[in-house]
């Protein structure tokens, strides 16, 4: 039994497949590739059982086989070698054999009884009870959406519903969430749709093999309960979702703020990074003392003896406030409005949520952000 | 060995010994079909709480239908493979490890292949005693992966199992943790926690699981494990059971030691030291108290009070005795000291015992069971 393979797009293959092979498991199998050779094509999969990558490629082979075999040895050695034909033997001991034309490299192997079942969805128009949902997205537009909200997601394991990204789909269209319960991100992407609303939470680990293997191309998206599979050219990710109810978002959005400031995001961006310096490490604190035209932001580090303080031009209608704020997330918050030439600051009141959005609304989307504001002890 | 597998339509216990009623028991709650969502496994080290529970899973997510893929789920529970199975157990720290970490994210190459190598262990021979240096409690990382893969959507998989060995080895903020998973754990995840010491878990976790009692083996259900699952030959086996009260662990403790030489070194510091040749006695007991943890000398104690029960049983004209090679000098000693107190020994052996695990200095432990046993000839009644 033996098949070749052309070394240089084996290395491509196996170097987008390697993000889901988890490093240190308390199962020894998922540090291993899945290899289905079927008809002449090679499918490998890799998985740490929250997230899987598979991928294909064709071969010269006459027979039909699965074998598992050692992810990070054959990656390894696949990747130092120059182009060239490997030709991969296994021997009924157990075995392969990696020849090319001056080297053998062997190789253990194992058999594929013990490797998780990869998710898989239902063909196309087959009697499946269960509701499938389709859409298709462009990658670039994919990949701008998860840099924009990601990275409000909650690192605290006491809620598991916030540490991943919601995608929700409504008849508005496909919104992405986030939220740590400081900060929260709400994007509405108006000309995706399903024929049916849904609630489908991503894992944290997801997002971020996700990010990294999006190109240009269009992304077909498949949705089940349980699963999300991505197929990005000829790669498929598929995601385990998070069984959890997401919080009720929505109920913590204001709707009575109704004091507008409008500012320019470069000039209150570079302005927060400086106060990042001052602001105290353990509160982070900011203070924002807004008037008529002029924003002055303040902080202070009593412990280092340092404080800092800039004036930064404004339109802003309503009363006097100073509000105070964690400095290092309204430098998430505004970082990822950068590219808006200006933002709307809606303010109520020193002590409720914040919505921070851009002046300027794209006819197809439509993004907002929240932040929570810290006590001033004056 | 060969990995043994239960054949679903015929026995479900393949492999456990003994704990009949326990079986009985656990069939009936697989018969109702009402699972409840957490167990407690509770009874001696080393009598097959781990097997009874990983056959348990088997039963669960088996089904009579489909035979082909319910052996493939048993042979993937057998092998701790999740989402099926979660297997819990303490580990020990890595360098520079915080709580932040995940539980093998600081392990050293080492640890993690001894890990590997004692699971792999385990799960070939289910009555192996996995042990692993420092690992004294289960960490509160691991309790918070069970709630990161309790968060996950497993729909297709019927029951996932997560097995705590050793579960009064979490702390008290590894228990508090785990509280909340096991007061509302998602549809179809069963915990099973195995214990030989449930005194040491909270109040709030006990209420909150299914008690399921294990016993000590009979003589017989021992020397059966020793010489199928161990390869132990059968005369060791024999007398290995007489002293393991009931547990596969504790006969495996004694053979760590050439046993028969170790019955008779048992017998020389009790001559040496009811003679009082303080001396002699302590020569004989010095090596065993080299290793630094104790355990041999606990296990010399653990002996001289199976040599006192012979010399009760002698006094009652029972003729099953432990020590049945040396009968003689028990049947000596009853002639020499008839009117001994027997039960005051052996309650202030036990407490020697004990000071063991408190790590009190072994020289001094040893010194106290040579002079406790020299008192013997002032103490009669």
């Not at chain 1, 202070?300 to 404080?307: H, L, N, P, R, S």
């Not at chain 1, 959005?357 to 002890?377: A, F, G, Q, S, Y």
């Not at chain 2, 432990?365 to 046993?373: G, M, P, S, T, V």
Request: hydrophobic letters at 40%.
């Amino acid at each position: 039994m033996e098949f070749k393979v052309n070394s240089k797009s084996l290395e491509k293959l196996l170097t987008k497949i390697i993000p889901a092979v988890p490093s240190r498991t308390p199962m020894p199998i998922l540090e291993n590739f899945l290899f289905e050779l079927k008809d002449g094509l090679l499918t490998i999969y890799a998985t740490d059982l929250e997230i899987a990558l598979k991928s294909s490629l064709n071969v010269v082979a006459e027979e039909n086989m699965k074998l598992v075999v050692p992810a990070r040895l054959l990656y390894d050695i696949v990747r130092s070698l120059q182009e060239t034909t490997i030709l991969f033997q296994i021997t009924p001991g157990g075995k392969i054999n990696l020849k090319t034309d001056n080297g053998v490299y062997t190789i253990s192997y194992l058999l594929p009884e013990e490797f998780p079942d990869i998710p898989t969805f239902p063909e196309p128009g087959s009697t499946s009870t269960e509701n499938i949902g389709e859409v298709i997205i462009s990658g670039n537009e994919l990949k701008r959406a998860i840099d924009q909200t990601s990275f409000a997601m909650s690192k605290e394991d006491m809620r598991p519903a916030m540490m991943g990204t919601l995608m929700e789909f409504t008849e508005e269209g496909l919104r992405f969430v986030s939220t740590d319960g400081h900060r929260l991100v709400n994007l509405l992407k108006k000309e995706i749709h399903l024929t049916y609303n849904e609630q489908y939470i991503v894992p944290e680990r997801a997002i971020s093999v996700l990010v990294k293997i999006l190109e240009e191309k269009d992304v077909k998206i498949l949705l089940s309960k349980t699963y999300i599979s991505y197929k990005v050219g000829d790669i498929e990710f598929i995601t385990r979702l998070i069984a959890q109810k997401y919080p009720d978002y929505k109920s913590v959005i204001p709707l009575e703020n109704e004091n507008k400031l409008k500012i320019r995001t470069a000039e209150l961006l570079s302005a927060v990074k400086r106060m990042l310096l001052f602001s105290p490490t353990n509160s982070r604190k900011v203070k924002f003392s807004i008037t008529a035209n002029n924003v002055e932001i303040s902080a202070e580090d009593i412990d280092q003896g340092a404080f800092a303080k800039e004036n930064i031009y404004c339109e802003y209608s309503g009363e006097s406030i100073d509000i105070g704020f964690n400095s290092a997330y309204v430098n998430d918050v505004i970082s990822h409005l950068q590219t808006e030439e200006e933002i709307y600051f809606k303010l109520h009141s020193p002590t409720k949520a914040v919505i921070i959005e851009p002046v300027k609304k794209k006819d197809n989307e439509d993004i907002m952000m929240l932040l929570m504001p810290v006590r001033l002890n004056n | 060995m060969r990995l043994l597998l239960p054949n679903m339509n015929n026995d479900i216990w393949t492999g456990i010994f003994g704990q009949q009623h326990t079986k009985e028991l656990l069939q009936r709650i697989i018969a109702s079909n009402r699972i409840p969502h957490a167990f407690l496994f509770s009874g001696p080290e080393g009598v097959g709480k781990y097997l009874t529970a990983i056959r348990f899973a088997q039963a669960l997510n088996s089904n009579p239908t489909d035979n082909v893929n319910s052996e493939n789920v048993a042979l993937k529970i057998a092998h701790h493979s999740e989402p099926y199975l979660k297997f819990i157990m303490p580990l020990p720290r890595g360098k520079n490890e915080t709580s932040d970490n995940t539980s093998l994210e600081k392990l050293s190459k080492e640890q993690l292949d001894l890990l590997k190598e004692e699971t792999d262990k385990k799960i070939s021979n289910p009555y192996y005693h996995i042990c692993l240096e420092n690992a004294n409690n289960i960490k509160i990382s691991s309790i918070r992966e069970i709630r990161k893969f309790l968060s996950m959507n497993f729909d297709e998989v019927k029951y996932r199992i997560i097995l705590i060995s050793e579960a009064h080895l979490m702390n008290d903020e590894a228990q508090n943790a785990l509280l909340k998973n096991l007061e509302e754990p998602p549809e179809g995840a069963i915990f099973i926690l195995l214990t030989s010491n449930r005194n040491l878990l909270l109040d709030t976790i006990i209420s909150r699981c299914w008690s399921v009692n294990f016993e000590p083996l009979s003589t017989e259900d021992i020397i059966s494990i020793l010489t199928r699952n161990f390869s132990i030959d059968e005369d060791t086996s024999k007398s290995l059971a007489l002293f393991s009260n009931g547990s596969v662990y504790k006969a495996l403790d004694f053979l760590k030691h050439d046993f028969d030489s170790f019955k008779g070194k048992v017998i020389n510091i009790l001559r040496y030291s009811i003679a009082s040749k303080f001396h002699s006695a302590y020569k004989e007991i010095q090596p065993l108290i080299s290793d630094s943890s104790g355990q041999s000398l606990k296990l010399v104690i653990q002996l001289i009070i199976f040599w006192f029960v012979d010399v009760q049983k002698n006094k009652h004209q029972i003729q099953d005795y432990f020590f049945w090679e040396d009968s003689e000098t028990v049947e000596k000693f009853n002639l020499k000291f008839s009117n001994i107190d027997i039960n005051n020994i052996v309650v202030n052996l036990s407490n020697i015992e004990q000071a063991v695990d408190n790590n009190v200095n072994l020289n001094i432990l040893a010194l106290n069971i040579i002079f406790e046993l020299a008192s013997l000839r002032f103490n009669r009644i």
